[in-house]
């Protein structure tokens, strides 16, 4: 079987699990518009915004990649008692749809990043947010909610965005209902709390946050393995995988082997989302069943097929299929 037809065979088998998402949601707004002028108050352009898109962003991005993929996300998160918080929660109901559990917290605004375009270039951004830990009240709620469904769900992705949700003690208790039942967890890591997630199935940091956690100054693939078995070490886990940008994705298991993946996208028109895509097809691949080595592979289509859009969209199993048709040998 040729490696193309090997993958899209692979593809085949995602769909149809459970899993659970627990982390930072937000809102993702894209004002898109044209530039020809510039402000009298300050050397920048003046956008005339012609059209506003809210998308999912953040967890709620990953469970909508989940959605695509054919699986079945259940969100575990919090918004603010505001209007953003209403728009979040209206679009989770409607494009991801099914069991979720979001609560609302007073005094707290929603997550926005709102991203500025000029002929489909992002030009600028706004980050909207609060970064204060989340109440005991919330947390008890949601590790009662995720313990009632453990039987159900196949995996747990943690996405750690450092907004406040995930507290130390709540990736604690997460940690051990994941290894009461058996669950696959699968980190996105922010810096914070990096070196919490002790014996989890896959940690993917990014190239930056590897290098700020290790305290390595990375320039080269052999850095990246001596920080990657570092953190590997120190975790306990099974899998580190690490995004590399235009350098491509690395993977190192449990016998300090690692295997790379180069970057295959063509053209890089928004990178906004590709890490969440990078896990979410990892997640579906690792709950269908498939090796560790060829989701990979597949993840890093993924990302890049991200990479190619403008805005935040979710890949799915036609994507790529795309993506492998043009880049594997038949």
């Not at 830990?133 to 909610?145: D, N, P, S, V, Y």
């Amino acid at each position: 079987m040729s490696t193309q037809n090997h993958y899209l065979d692979l593809i085949t088998r995602f769909g149809g699990k459970k899993v659970a998402v627990i982390g930072d949601i937000m809102l993702d707004r894209s004002l898109f518009g044209v530039t020809e002028r510039f402000s009298a108050e300050a050397p920048i352009p003046i956008v005339d915004v012609k059209s506003k898109i809210e998308q999912l962003g953040g967890a709620a991005n990953v469970a909508n990649n989940l959605r695509a993929l054919g699986d079945i996300p259940i969100l575990f998160s919090v918004v603010g008692d505001d209007e953003d918080g209403e728009v979040l929660s209206k679009l989770v109901e409607d494009e991801i749809q099914g069991e979720h559990f979001i609560f609302q917290e007073n005094d707290r605004p929603t997550t926005v990043k709102m991203r500025t375009f000029a002929r489909d270039r992002q030009i600028a951004r706004a980050d909207f947010e609060s970064r204060e830990e989340i109440k005991k009240e919330a947390i008890e709620k949601l590790l009662t909610g995720l313990t009632s469904l453990a039987n159900d769900i196949s995996a747990i992705v943690i996405e750690d965005y450092n907004k406040g949700l995930l507290t130390v003690s709540f990736i604690k208790e997460i940690l051990k209902i994941a290894k009461k039942f058996d669950l696959k967890i699968l980190v996105d890591p922010k810096f914070d709390n990096f070196f919490v997630y002790e014996g989890v199935t896959l940690f993917k940091p990014n190239i930056k946050e590897l290098s700020e956690a290790t305290s390595i100054k990375i320039s080269n693939v052999a850095h990246v393995e001596e920080a990657a078995s570092i953190v590997r070490k120190k975790l306990k886990t099974q899998y580190v995988m690490v995004t590399m940008g235009k350098d491509g994705i690395l993977l190192m298991d449990e016998n300090e082997r690692s295997v790379t993946r180069p970057a295959f996208v063509r053209v890089v028109n928004d990178p906004a989302g590709a890490g969440d895509t990078v896990i979410s097809v990892m997640a579906s691949a690792l709950v269908a069943g498939i090796s560790p080595e060829d989701a990979m592979v597949i993840a890093n289509y993924g990302g890049g097929a991200t990479c190619e859009r403008v805005g935040i969209q979710p890949v799915t199993p036609q994507d790529l299929k795309d993506a492998i048709c043009r880049n594997e040998k038949n």
